[in-house]
């Protein structure tokens, strides 16, 4: 799809390409334009109206925090020669989020923008990873805790029920978008766990992510009031989870406080010591007690997230 408008912008650059397939031709029957996807989105598409809403100052905002969000990150990680404070977790989910939703670069032509948005995204959540296991010894696998299953499995399930049709490129896409709702989760998990930021980057780093997604919801809202037949249902949830997660994180960070941070913890444990026992039974042994053997920490940390906190 796509060919008609290569030029048409997609959500975001972390958004879907949304475009026109071609007219499907039956043999012995005339040719027919099937609904496509905007057309489900906008009713009647009116392609110049969103081209022109769709670029606009809340987008490029959002876009550029991004970009600066993942510059930091690496900047952190060279100015420190380490990935202490931060989660791999993370960093594999939005892996994920990109290589799914960038399939589309291999479907059609786009702009050069996108494009190079695009590779940019998934050259760096490659990098991240490679460095990662270049600077293994000074990862804090005690503090990263999130069950990565537990997020990719749900979303997996929603995209294939809630995908707008049912082809690769459409199911990745929602996947993608569910995804990268709970991409930072872990991050929070993991500062919540670590109670006193190490490290500024990393903080400014998660202050960045946030931001661009607060601009894409104003670039949403935007585009809703310009084009009131406009919807993206998957995008809107993944971004309001997101969102909502970000401004609780940013009241604890800044305040001590926090609504979802015991919560948050409480069930992070809660599917860990499942987990755990699931293993012991079926491995006969868990990931709990390879870290004890390693450093003692895991029973220690469990057992701290039980004593009550003055700051929540």
């Known amino acids: 799809y796509f060919l008609r408008h290569p030029s048409l912008p997609d959500d975001g650059a972390c958004g879907k390409d949304r475009g026109v397939a071609q007219d499907m031709a039956a043999v012995g029957h005339p040719r027919v334009a099937p609904v496509d996807s905007m057309d489900k989105l906008h009713g009647t ?146 500062c919540y766990r670590e109670r006193v930021g190490k490290d500024w980057g990393a903080s400014l780093y998660v202050v960045a992510l946030g931001g661009y997604r607060v601009f894409y919801a104003l670039n949403w809202i935007y585009k809703k009031v310009q084009m009131p037949h406009y919807s993206d249902m998957q995008s809107w949830l993944g971004g309001m989870i997101e969102i909502l997660f970000f401004a609780d994180f940013l009241n604890y960070r800044f305040t001590g406080h926090s609504m979802l941070r015991t919560l948050v913890l409480s069930v992070d444990t809660k599917i860990n010591e499942i987990s755990d026992k699931v293993e012991l039974k079926v491995l006969g042994s868990s990931s709990a007690l390879r870290m004890e053997s390693e450093g003692g920490e895991v029973r220690r940390r469990r057992k701290a997230v039980d004593v009550p906190m003055e700051d929540v």
């Not at 110049?48 to 930091?72: E, K, P, Q």
């Not at 939005?94 to 695009?118: E, G, I």
């Not at 990719?152 to 990268?180: D, G």
């Open 45 to 190: 598409t009116n392609f110049a109206n969103l081209t022109a809403y769709s670029w606009n100052v809340f987008r490029y905002v959002g876009d550029y925090l991004h970009l600066a969000g993942i510059a930091v990150l690496l900047l952190t990680i060279a100015k420190n020669k380490s990935v202490a404070g931060i989660s791999r977790s993370t960093q594999i989910l939005y892996f994920l989020v990109f290589t799914t939703r960038y399939l589309d670069l291999l479907d059609h032509s786009q702009t050069m923008y996108l494009v190079v948005f695009k590779l940019t995204f998934i050259a760096t959540s490659v990098l991240v990873l490679v460095l990662f296991h270049h600077f293994d010894a000074t990862y804090e696998r005690r503090l990263d805790t999130c069950n990565l299953v537990v997020i990719v499995v749900p979303c997996a399930t929603a995209a294939f029920l809630l995908t707008s049709e049912y082809s690769i490129l459409e199911v990745l896409w929602t996947f993608s978008e569910f995804v990268e709702g709970f991409a930072m989760v872990p991050q929070y998990i993991f």
